[in-house]
């Protein structure tokens, strides 16, 4: 059991350290080996408090300062363009892609309509290309397009957590490692068992942090390209006789086409739904509100009547 004195003091006071963000060590009374799990029910107490201090000070945990880490900036792209052919576009892209060292996220072909109820092909491509080829790969798509509806490119800065999960790890791994030492000198069965589980917690969290910080480093080396393809029926322009209207008079006549067609329809569906419809239902409730009128009538005038004898006899 005195074996194992050593390696407890060691694993309390690095908790210390993490904890307070002290630049040496403290002095700590030395517990013994059952007692390590007590001092560890709140485990991930250490790797917060290292990633706060880490936060606090100059150092970023890799003993360099924080201007001289090298930026972590995630950067994606969107696109919206018309084309002539959109799945041979797409196609291209998808190639494009795959030749830049990137791969294709997703790829979605569906029916779209034009003002005229047309159907035309539509598309949505999803890809990732390595972050230095970024304008590289959105010139290539924007390449003998009919027109470029929107372009956007957006950068997310993670730097900072990036950091942090690069302390937290190394935190974890050190704490990973005084468990393991205390449990080869471990000798009592419920010793072992406890030592155990918090090895178990411990490894547990170091994949979970590696496993951020990966998702990090492919999203910041490989950037996201969304594109939407848009085929070019769809904004072909308006004819009118040899008459091609342009700019406002375009949207004005286009706005005055679209209502001329509103307002027919609702005249069609007027004419062979919701005036039949009236029609069935408002007959009967008409001549049932007559019916019913006729009878309070009837029913008043015979009242009338009645008070008229009794008076007249009355009289008498």
Known sequence: MKKILPFSFIIIASLILAACGWGARSQTPAYEASEVPAMMEQPAMAPEAGMAAD?????????????????????????????????RRMKNIQIMS?????FVV????????????????EAQVLIRV???????????????????????????DVTSEYVDLKSRLKNLEAAEAQLDEILKQATKTEDVINVFN?????????????GQI????????????????????????????KWEPKGIALEA????????????????RFVIYILPVWIIIGIPLYLAFIGIRALLRKMHGGKKKVEAKVEEEAKK
């Open 55 to 87: 936060r606090a000070t100059t150092n970023s945990g890799s003993g360099l300062p924080a201007a001289a880490i090298e930026r972590i900036v995630i950067k994606n792209a969107d696109l919206a363009i018309v084309v002539s052919d959109v799945e």
């Open 98 to 102: 795959e030749q830049m060292g990137g």
């Open 106 to 121: 997703s790829s979605n072909l569906y029916q779209s309509y034009t003002s005229d109820y047309v159907e035309v092909p």
């Open 130 to 156: 390595p972050s230095e080829k970024l304008e590289e790969a959105m010139d290539q798509i924007k390449k003998d397009v009919v027109e470029v509806q929107s372009e956007s490119i957006s950068g997310q």
């Open 198 to 210: 918090q090895l178990v917690y411990y490894r547990e969290q170091i994949e979970l942090v590696k």
């Open 214 to 241: 990966k998702y990090y480093d492919e999203a910041a080396s490989l950037s996201a390209i969304s594109v939407r393809l848009i085929a070019e029926e769809t904004i072909q322009p308006l004819v009118i006789g």
């Open 253 to 268: 006549v286009q706005d005055l086409i679209d209502f001329l067609k509103g307002f027919t329809e609702f005249v069609i």
